[in-house]
């Protein structure tokens, strides 16, 4: 039987990982496509393309992956050419342009549904703003990945809003659908009926003994953009140091340039000397297939607002193994605590502290990369926590199997594609009734800002406000990303060491690109005499005046935090493995 269908609006580049590094947009894209073509129960397969020649390596997927169907292809050009499937689906939200082609037509004659990746661009932000001023209805949708990128496209829609109302007294117009739907794994890919032999094999010719307590992270290799290496390796130290086995962190991945791989592993010397540290080319297909048996864990602390699912969690979960992940944006959907691994509490300032942030993004004083690098390095995990599942996951070999079997349950029975394109298509439909019963919402003037989020859940940052509400501050965009945010109460201790880590903090590329951010190495000894190894809340190192400003004290202490300088004194309270000497 076939179920409600979508046009594809198809370009090579963007549907495909060919002879290129793997970004994470693409590389979703691309799975999403040959999972319809697997599991799409349509009866032919459509594709928008500009010409018949960008159509071509469409056509050439779907003959190889479902010889069964046909594949059509619509002229772009064309408006109209959507109607036959009913829906248009476009790999972004970017969704402007489509729905302005559609009116040339008729703007019943098909859904338009967009998917979020990477929210935190100008040019994202810029785009989700137009769902409301751009000929867009309750029978389009944008498909969120995980309940935290919800969260935070609602914070945008909600603060537009309030301008548009405030500035030209526009009435809320009828809402884009903003479905939870999170992509997928092929889980059958994952199976390995020879686990232990491949096992052995990656691990003989990587130099792994077979007691060692191998720590698996695969993805991109980039301090400012992916997952902050710091604190991985912090974390992995304290384990070693109290563990009674050798501890040895597999990375796999890629680097953008020499200079950002000379800067991890001299890192990785410096600050986990207890542990071998290895480096993969994820590019290698050798590789990336084979490395999951040989690991014991999969280690992720992603620290970085560009990430709003996380599918390398997912796939560890597939492959049978225990997942010890940050407390943060998608993986809060997906890694369930304590069932399938465990989830490490992670911590930023408050809204407020992140306006100058914004406002050197928007001014261009910052490039992307260096705005959502500075938000990173005020994302702190707890590492005595996450050393301490280390620890109890070297220890325990029953913990690890159990953990692993209930995450690879877990996806076969939600992540699956089967499942997603399922999804898909019970939304497309859903919005094909929507289109199809006549009846249009009508404009609302009742205060737009509760359309989308309640009118309470959407503050104004401390400081004065900012000059675009499509350039917030990310501490209030994506306050639904960490465990939580600081507030007055919130107590810090200094850690064993921590003079010595200082200095080596303002000595690493990784950790000082953004020094405009935070206090000088000065003022920061400051605080950490006037702490004199007692446990000090926010409030009081604000009335201590060493930093007078409240936004550049929470960034500096959220940054000592992620260095290891500084612990959350209830962290530092209950967690079994101290700071090192």
């Known amino acids: ?22 970004m994470g947009r693409e590389v979703a894209n691309e799975a999403f496509l040959q999972a319809f ?92 703003g137009g769902l409301l001023t751009e000929p867009l209805h309750e029978w389009d949708a944008i498909v969120c990945t995980s309940q935290a990128v919800k969260a935070t496209v609602e914070q945008i829609l909600a603060g537009w809003a309030d301008y548009l109302r405030g500035r030209l007294g526009a009435c809320a117009p009828p809402r884009v659908r903003l479905p939870v739907i999170p992509l997928g794994v092929d889980a059958a890919a994952f199976d390995d009926p020879h686990r232990e032999r491949t096992r052995l094999a990656v691990r003989r010719t990587l130099g792994i003994h077979a007691e060692e307590f191998v720590a698996l992270y695969v993805g991109r290799l ?52 207890r542990v071998k540290t290895l480096f993969i080319d994820g590019n290698r297909p050798e590789f990336r297939r084979r490395i999951w048996p040989a690991a014991d864990v999969f280690i992720s ?47 930023t ?14 001014r261009g004083e910052d490039d992307y990369d260096r705005y959502i690098g500075g938000v990173s390095l005020c994302t702190a995990i ?52 929507i289109r199809r019963s006549g009846v249009a919402a009508e404009a609302r003037c009742d205060g737009p800002s509760d359309q989308f989020v309640p009118q309470s859940a959407w503050q104004a940052p401390r400081s004065s406000s900012l000059s675009n509400p499509l350039r917030p ?26 003079e010595r880590r200082l200095v080596e903090m303002y000595e ?24 004199a190894g007692d446990a000090r809340s926010l409030d009081e190192l604000l009335a201590a005046g060493v930093l007078t400003d409240l936004s550049c004290l929470e960034r500096t202490l959220a940054w000592l935090l992620k260095g290891g300088v500084l612990a959350l004194a209830p962290f530092a309270k209950t967690r079994p493995v101290p700071c090192p000497d």
Not at 87 to 115: I, K, M, N, T
Not at 351 to 361: D, K, Q, S, V, W
């Open 508 to 531: 690493a590329p990784m950790m000082n690109f953004a020094p405009a951010l935070f206090a000088t190495l000065a003022e920061c000894r400051q605080l950490l005499e006037f702490m």
């Open 349 to 362: 300032p408050a809204a407020g502290a992140g306006t100058e942030l914004a406002r050197r993004y928007e």
């Open 1 to 22: 039987m076939s179920l409600a269908n979508a046009a594809i609006d198809y370009y090579p580049s963007g549907y495909s990982t060919a002879g290129k590094p793997l």
């Open 37 to 128: 073509f697997r599991h799409g129960e349509v009866d032919r397969f459509y594709c928008l393309a500009k010409a018949e020649a960008d159509f071509d390596p469409f056509a050439a997927a779907c003959r190889k992956l479902r010889e069964d169907r046909a594949a059509v292809w619509l002229p772009r050009h064309e408006p109209a050419s959507p109607a036959a499937p009913g829906c248009l689906f476009r790999g972004d939200p970017v969704l402007g342009e489509l729905a302005w082609r559609r009116r040339q037509h008729d703007e019943r004659a098909y859904s338009l549904c967009g998917v979020t990746h990477t929210t935190c661009t100008q040019a994202v932000m810029d785009a989700l």
């Open 382 to 433: 707890d590492i005595n926590a996450c050393a301490s599942y280390l620890v109890q996951l070297a220890a325990d070999s029953a913990l690890r199997t159990s953990l692993g079997r209930s995450g690879r349950q877990r996806v076969q029975n939600q992540y699956d594609w089967r499942h997603v394109i399922r999804a898909y298509q019970e939304l497309w439909h859903e919005l094909a009734g």
């Open 301 to 347: 602390l992603a620290d970085n607002i560009q990430e709003t699912f996380g599918l390398t969690p997912v796939e560890a979960m597939a492959a049978g193994l225990p997942v010890v992940v940050s407390d943060f944006n998608g993986y809060k959907d997906t890694v369930r605590h304590g069932i399938d691994g465990f989830r490490v509490p992670v911590v």
């Open 473 to 498: 501050d990310p501490f209030a965009l994506f306050a639904g990303y960490p465990t939580a945010q600081f507030d007055g109460a919130a107590t810090f201790v200094g850690c064993a060491g921590g």
């Open 222 to 273: 980039a301090f400012h953009a992916k997952a902050h290496p710091w604190q991985l390796y912090l974390s992995l130290e304290r384990a070693a140091a109290h563990a009674r086995k050798s501890f040895c962190l597999i990375q796999m991945g890629w680097f953008a340039n020499a200079e950002i791989e000379a800067e991890f592993k001299v890192r990785a010397r410096q600050l986990c000397p």
